[in-house]
């Protein structure tokens, strides 16, 4: 295999088959320089003889890989936002809004796993856990969802309880987002604007009042695409947390869960919480 530093070169194009494409190439192929696809494949290494062990971890992976994309597309809209680029803002929501779809979709291959077959291959996570990933964390943080307490588990590696905590103390995609409203002359409260961003946001009956108001109002509004935008996204975040509990519920029932979490108890109270809470309660007063 070629090194970074020496990318493919495709061979010559054969002149007797014009419409072919290159099949030749002096090293690795330039799909893989760019997708990366065996170091992909290679991170897969089950720890027991169960062949069901594999579908959950591929899937645990591959819902890692989507946990980074949604990082990186509310950081994304959360920075449009404080630049008063509206447009760039809800192009990232709407692509989270697909790519959250696609996460969900993540469960299928083991949303049915029963409590035999997950046993088979549970000991092999040992104390892992999920609410041990990093990147959900920071997912967790951007959607106004901190506690300090849950940078606990990183504190044996500096650089990702380094990055956890900036993401903590830095506005979430929802602080942004008032923040904006503010800025068009809306009445968010001062005490929400410089509220302790490293704290859980915790809904606002003035801000519940600012909604309304949006709602009630001309539906092509840019405040109120963007409620819209922002109520797909915690529609989808609920759909996630619901199916989490199902999966984790038919696979082990009301048994401690993996790590000393709680299981399915920890998993009913996050999937009755809603994301953007006033962008729901603000529907009944429209």
Not at 180 to 201: K, T
Request: aromatic share 10%; charged share 25%; with cysteine.
């Amino acid at each position: 295999m070629t090194s970074a530093a020496q990318p493919a070169q495709p061979a010559q194009p054969d002149p007797a088959q014009p419409d072919s494409p290159n099949l030749e190439f002096r090293g690795t192929t330039p799909y893989e320089d760019y997708v990366r696809a065996s170091v992909l494949s290679r991170l897969q290494q089950p720890l027991s003889d169960d062949p069901g062990e594999m579908a959950f971890l591929v899937t645990t992976q591959v819902m890692e890989l989507w946990f980074t994309l949604l990082v990186h597309e509310w950081e994304t809209a959360a920075r449009a936002l404080r630049e008063d680029d509206l447009p760039v803002a809800m192009a990232a929501l709407k692509r989270s809004t697909y790519e959250l779809e696609s996460l969900n979709a993540s469960w299928k291959p083991i949303a049915h796993l029963t409590p035999a077959q997950f046993n088979a291959f549970r000991s092999a996570l040992g104390d892992a856990s999920g609410f041990q990933s990093a990147t959900y964390r920071r997912l967790e943080f951007l959607l106004g969802e901190k506690t300090a307490s849950m940078l606990v588990p990183y504190r044996g590696v500096p650089d990702v309880y380094a990055e956890l905590e900036k993401a903590l103390h830095e506005p979430s995609l929802y602080d942004e987002v008032l923040r904006w409203l503010a800025r068009r002359g809306h009445a968010i409260p001062d005490a929400v604007r410089d509220r302790d961003v490293s704290e859980r946001y915790t809904a606002d009956p003035a801000v519940e009042e600012v909604w309304q108001r949006v709602y009630a109002g001309d539906q092509n509004s840019p405040e109120c695409r963007l409620g819209e935008a922002l109520t797909e996204v915690a529609e989808q975040i609920w759909r996630w947390r619901n199916d989490h509990l199902v999966a984790t519920r038919r696979a082990m029932g009301a048994k401690v869960g993996t790590g000393g979490s709680p299981g399915v108890s920890w998993l009913e109270k996050r999937a009755a919480k809603n994301v953007f809470p006033e962008l729901w309660t603000a529907r009944s007063g429209v």
